[in-house]
């Protein structure tokens, strides 16, 4: 995969640049040519940097530390780890052609290091935003069902740790609010404003969470506090709610406190029934 190096000299700039620009343009139509989903999404600052430094040293292999960036680019920017090894199999086939012709990326044809150097680049960011990526409902913004299921195995192993029911400490507060006659905007606001509602009554480490299209829960403790809550709650979904014709039209939402079931199981199928309304 040689190609030629160019010179660093001024009088050689504008020749450098036009091959920079050629090399990039070649690239980037056998990257499309192999299946890049995006075509606005392919250019990158990156791509530029990998062209400059395959043009400056001569050889691919020579510009492993730009493709690497551009691998942790590609991820940051949501590209699968699969189209990003075949847009380098595009910049191989485009360097080893030699030629302005048709090339046919062959992601096995690749060199097994530059393979394995930008599959590690594209995992270490792909890795990390995974963890950090917390698990929300994207109309609402709370956490899951999925994070109340997780958080619910820590409330039932404490109780079997107390030898008593993980009912004696800790309820659900599920909010419900009847959608079906509201049309439009004020559709997706009522849950935004519901949550919200949630979020300033419990604001002391209680778990809430979105169950389903227009339910949500919070597992709070079970003591002297919860009828005041439960107050709370309903004034506060009263004052969100009200400044909305159609959402103050379409009636109260329920409020009820649930009881949790023996098992962490049930209690799984007792989310899955609530979500349904």
């Not at 995006?38 to 040293?57: G, I, R, Y």
């Not at 097994?112 to 409902?137: I, S």
């Not at 109780?159 to 008593?164: F, G, I, L």
């Amino acid at each position: 995969m040689d190609v030629p190096a160019t010179r660093s000299g001024p009088g050689d700039a504008p020749l450098a640049d036009r091959a920079l620009r050629t090399l990039r343009a070649r690239w980037r139509t056998a990257s499309l040519a192999a299946g890049w989903r995006f075509p606005s999404d392919w250019a990158l600052p990156e791509v530029d940097a990998v062209c400059a430094a395959v043009m400056a040293k001569g050889r691919v292999e020579a510009a492993e530390t730009a493709l690497a960036g551009l691998a942790r680019a590609r991820a940051a920017a949501g590209a699968g780890l699969a189209e990003t090894l075949a847009d380098l199999a595009a910049l191989h086939a485009v360097l080893d052609h030699g030629t302005d012709g048709f090339v046919s990326p062959d992601v096995d044809a690749t060199p097994a290091r530059l393979l394995r150097n930008t599959a590690l680049a594209w995992a270490d960011v792909a890795t990390d935003q995974l963890v950090h990526t917390e698990v929300t409902d994207p109309l609402t913004g709370l956490p899951s069902a999925a994070y109340l299921r997780t958080r619910l195995v820590e409330v039932y192993r404490a109780a079997a740790a107390r030898e008593r029911p993980a009912a004696e400490d800790h309820v659900l507060l599920v909010v419900s609010l009847d959608l079906a006659a509201v049309t439009g905007f004020p559709r997706l606001t009522g849950m935004i404003l519901v949550a919200d509602a949630l979020r300033a009554v419990f604001d002391s480490g209680q778990s809430v969470a979105s169950l389903g299209p227009s339910v949500v829960a919070a597992l709070v403790p079970k003591d002297e506090k919860v009828a005041s809550h439960g107050v709370a709650l309903r004034r506060a979904l009263h004052e969100r709610l009200s400044v909305d014709s159609q959402l103050a039209d379409a009636g109260r939402p329920r409020v009820s406190a649930v009881r949790l079931p023996a098992t962490h199981e049930l209690a799984c199928d007792l989310l899955a029934r609530l979500a349904r309304g």
